[in-house]
Each structure stands twice: as C-alpha cells, then as structure tokens.
C-alpha cells in the first residue's frame, strides 16, 4: 500500500511544531496548486541554470533554499515549503536514519556524515519539487528537476517528509546557502 504524501506532510508539520521548528500556528494550504505553462517555462529556465552549476546540484540543502527563493519570487506568495526526510524507492529507503538518530542529532547541534537526509519542496496541495534527487541518483540527469503531485508519483516511489522548514538543517550544522 502506498502511504499518503499529504498525511505524512501533516505529520512532519506536527512534529516541527513540537520540537519548535517551526512556528506554532503555521498551517498547510492543502489546496492543489494551479501552475501555468509560464511556471513550466520557468522550470527549464531554472533547469538550465542548475546545469551550468554541477557542483551545487547534487546539493539538495544548498539548492532547494537557493530554489525556494526563485518560485516564491515567481508567485508572488511564500508557496514553496523547504521539506526534509528520506525517499524510499523500489522499497529502499535511501537518505534514510531512524527519528531517534535524527532527534539526538538535533539535540547535540551536529549531524553526522555521511548526511542520510533528503531535502525538497513542497508546493500547496502536495506538489513535490526536486532539483536535485534525479542527479543525486542518476548519473547524466545532472540539473534535472523533478516536479510532480504527490499522486501522480510512480507506484514505487515516495518523498517520505519528516520535519519542514529549514530550522532542524539550520540546528544541526547543515549548510544551506549557496
């Protein structure tokens, strides 16, 4: 059975909250958001941007916040929602430690390395922005930026979210600027 992105969205939002992550009357907008051809169009100008900066773009800490400035730009509106977790693909969790391990990272200030974490945006009504995952894990996808609903995900495919905003990378010593 696959798991439901929006369920577990709201989970990773009341858990932030309980650790103070993020602020206690922040709220998902659940509505799907609208996007336009001049969005796609934007996308691939982005895209192209990415390619020319192969250093950043396996990244995902460093280019979803250099990311979420740009669509936010682009709507006018806060819509792009820094989302860190894990990925599980083919049933292999892959950026993947147990909370325990990630709540103990958070409460010393560091994480370890390798850093097992994802991140990504989400935009309202569970639209799953990645620009780095497909060149993390693919070689010659370099800048490729993956944009979908949570629904339209393959079958054996799922954005796990865990915690949003950028305070626990911010807490735990993960560098987030470009």
Known sequence: MKLD??????????HSKELNL???D???DHNR????SDFYD???????????????????????HWLKDFVNDFFKVE??????GHVIHNNVKEFY?????????????????PINLHCWLTLPGGIILDPTYLSTKYQGMDGKILLRGFEDMPQDFFFYPEFIG???LIRTGIPIDI
């Open 5 to 14: 992105y929006i369920s577990c969205l709201t989970k990773a939002c009341e």
């Open 22 to 24: 993020i602020s206690k």
């Open 26 to 28: 922040f709220s998902l």
């Open 33 to 36: 958001l609208e996007l336009s």
């Open 42 to 64: 934007f996308l691939s100008f982005l895209e192209n941007r990415l390619k020319k900066n192969v250093g950043v773009t396996g990244n995902c800490f460093k280019v979803s």
């Open 79 to 84: 819509y792009a929602l820094i989302t860190i």
């Open 97 to 113: 430690q147990p909370m325990d391990i990630r709540l103990k990272q958070l409460e010393l200030g560091q994480a370890n390395l």
């Open 166 to 168: 950028s305070e626990y």
